[in-house]
């Protein structure tokens, strides 16, 4: 895997918003943030509504996605071109979940909105409609790159943990990034032995991903060992999205999940080990 | 979930200031309210925390815990960032100009 074939820029996309097979679509934390100007072109996946199943705490099954899909305007072997606010969490969430549904092209917009609004390239209000397509999806959800509870519990001392909240999350200080309230019903702390790489490292300011030498550097220096497999999680499962990007698709490692169900379904658990403070 | 609350000065229903930390200000430039910034964040050491955009009014808040922060401010016209100590729980007023 090379940084070509995963991440797209600025300028490549400025002079792809037309191109044929290329689809932009917009995923943010914020679900509002798309009717207030998007890239040109470009269609909205409202992660919250769209992408989870609406009772139980999960995503939503191969038919709905499919489904999703074909409303958007997407086809099989279209060019997906992912991007969003804060520094693409949910942009690369939605990269990872379209990846469990086996989209063979999919892309992140390096930097998403933030380097694109820095940059002062165009946002437009216009109305965007692109004609329904029947979309199968390649398989049933890939396992392989998703971890359920109890596979983190067993990889304790086994697998590569990889927190990528916040030190003050990590140790227990505070509960949720510091743009939300703090109320959790969750025990602080984080999984014994995980090491503490926060997703934004991996990050430059503008929000677009460090080079791979200062990637590579990074993980080195925290401790990864390269010949385990790795677990990523934080709290709702998007920043470690961004890090199992970095970890899988930029990196190559070859075996790296993302537990979706991070902290919130992890610290919640009853029994489950838990350790507090900056040590892993 | 994590979804950004708005930024407004107005605290969500239920804020303990006793107990929470809140940072909070507004991104001017040129001595207007500027919004649509990128407001990062950062601890003590330097090391980022987390990132609103500034609401059309220019605001922004963050629920921290005590300590010395900066916060730092992008935007297509420019940055800018200020620094602010928080003591213990409440509400601590920090502005930031951009250029």
């Known amino acids: ?280 | 979930m994590c979804g950004a609350p708005e930024q407004t000065l107005d605290l969500p229903a239920g804020t303990d200031l006793n107990k929470q930390t809140v940072l909070a200000g507004t991104v001017r430039a040129a001595e207007e309210p500027l919004g649509g910034a990128f407001v990062r964040l950062l601890d003590g050491t330097g090391e980022f925390t987390a990132e609103v955009v500034s609401s059309a009014s220019g605001t922004f808040r963050f629920f921290t815990a005590p300590g010395n922060w900066t916060v730092r401010a992008l935007h297509h016209s420019g940055n800018g960032e200020a620094a602010v100590t928080a003591d213990g729980p409440g509400l601590y007023a920090v502005d930031v100009a951009v250029s």
């Open chain 1, 1 to 280: 895997m090379s940084r070509e074939n995963v991440l797209v820029t600025p300028d490549w996309a400025e002079q792809n918003l037309d191109t044929d097979g290329v689809v932009f679509v917009e995923v943010d934390e914020d679900t509002a943030a798309y009717d207030a100007g998007h890239i040109p072109g470009a269609v909205k996946i409202n992660w919250k509504t769209e992408l989870q199943d609406p009772v139980i705490r999960d995503f939503v099954d191969k038919g709905a996605f499919e489904k999703l899909l074909s409303d958007k305007g997407i086809s099989n072997d279209d060019t997906v071109v992912l991007y969003g606010g804060n520094n693409n969490w949910f942009a690369a969430y939605a990269y990872w979940y379209f990846k469990l549904y086996g989209h063979d092209d999919v892309k992140l917009l390096d930097g998403g909105r933030k380097k694109w609004e820095l940059d002062g390239r165009t946002l437009t209000t216009d109305e965007v409609n692109r004609p329904a397509t029947s979309y199968t999806a390649k398989h049933d959800q890939d396992t392989t790159i998703r971890a359920f509870r109890q596979e983190v519990i067993e990889a304790i001392n086994n697998k590569n943990l990889v927190d990528v909240r916040s030190p003050d999350e990590f140790s227990g200080k505070i509960m949720a990034p510091a743009h939300l309230p703090q109320e959790q019903a969750q025990r602080p702390g984080h999984i014994p032995g995980a090491l503490n790489v926060p997703w934004s490292k991996a990050a430059n300011e503008d929000g677009t991903f460090k080079s791979d030498d200062e990637l590579r550097a990074l993980y080195q220096a925290a401790g990864l060992d390269e010949g385990k497999s790795t677990i990523a999680y934080c709290r709702i499962g998007e920043r470690s999205s961004h890090t199992w990007f970095v970890l899988h698709e930029l990196l190559g490692h070859s075996d790296v999940k993302n537990y979706d169900g991070s902290w919130t379904e992890y610290g919640s658990l009853v029994g489950a080990p838990i350790a507090r403070g900056s040590e892993g």
